[in-house]
């Protein structure tokens, strides 16, 4: 059964780095059929893209977001990870990572998300 | 930019009604287009791809129409599980990106 399980910093100072990792079980992030990607949700806000990677490693990032961000896949580890730099408050949300599949380029399945917020 | 606007952004309705939610692109999608659910706690759910197909264990009382700039989900008789938020979602083809409407709140 597939699972996507966030983790990581819940509380990041102002100016600092943000940094999540996807843990990815009962699919292989080297399937020939999906790829992977980072979204958030800021507290009474909107869905965002932020980050998308391709199973060989090409990347994508959200305009908006693009000069921060990185997303990146440890293979070994089976799952994908996720930084963003020079946070500010605006950068409170609910992160989830998702997987898309290369037949649609939808976001198929999703983690459950985890809270980040930016505060000193 | 492709910017979609959903409305109606609040939908007070009961179980058993219908409902139809909106959204609207500032230019043609094609039927590049998705519907999500949202519910409090839980993993967000593709329902709808492609304007109108159902993805894996949607129920049918869901259904996605339009094409171009105007769609619609509508849920034929609402269930207690279907109060949530609503989310459109378009991509372009390439380079990949992906953009999201406002959402739609069904509440009771």
């Known amino acids: 059964q597939l699972q996507l399980r966030e983790s990581g910093s819940g509380l990041v100072k102002p100016s600092q780095t943000l940094s999540l990792t996807c843990a990815v079980s009962g699919d292989s992030v080297s399937s020939g059929e999906y790829s992977w990607s980072w979204l958030r949700q800021p507290p009474g806000g909107a869905l965002e893209w932020i980050a998308y990677?391709?199973?060989?490693?090409?990347?994508y990032y959200s305009p908006s977001l693009q000069t921060r961000v990185s997303i990146s896949l440890d293979k070994a580890k089976n799952q994908f990870s996720l930084e963003l730099t020079s946070v500010t408050a605006a950068d409170t949300a609910v992160y989830y990572c998702?997987?898309?599949?290369?037949?649609?380029?939808?976001?198929?399945?999703w983690g459950q998300g985890t809270l980040v917020t930016v505060s000193s | 930019e492709i910017v979609l606007t959903q409305s109606p952004a609040t939908l007070s309705l009961s179980s058993g009604e219908r409902a139809t939610l909106s959204c609207r692109a500032s230019q043609s999608v094609d039927s590049y287009l998705a519907w999500y659910q949202l519910r409090p706690g839980q993993a967000p759910r593709l329902l709808i791809y492609d304007a109108s197909k159902r993805a894996t264990g949607t129920p049918a009382r869901f259904s996605g129409s339009g094409s171009g700039t105007d769609f619609t989900l509508t849920i034929s008789s609402l269930e207690p599980g279907d109060f949530a938020v609503y989310y459109c979602q378009q991509r372009t083809s390439w380079p990949p990106m992906w953009t999201f409407g406002g959402g739609t709140r069904v509440e009771i």
């Open positions: 998702a997987r898309v599949s290369e037949d649609t380029y939808y976001f198929d399945f």
């Open positions: 990677i391709y199973r060989t490693g090409t990347t």
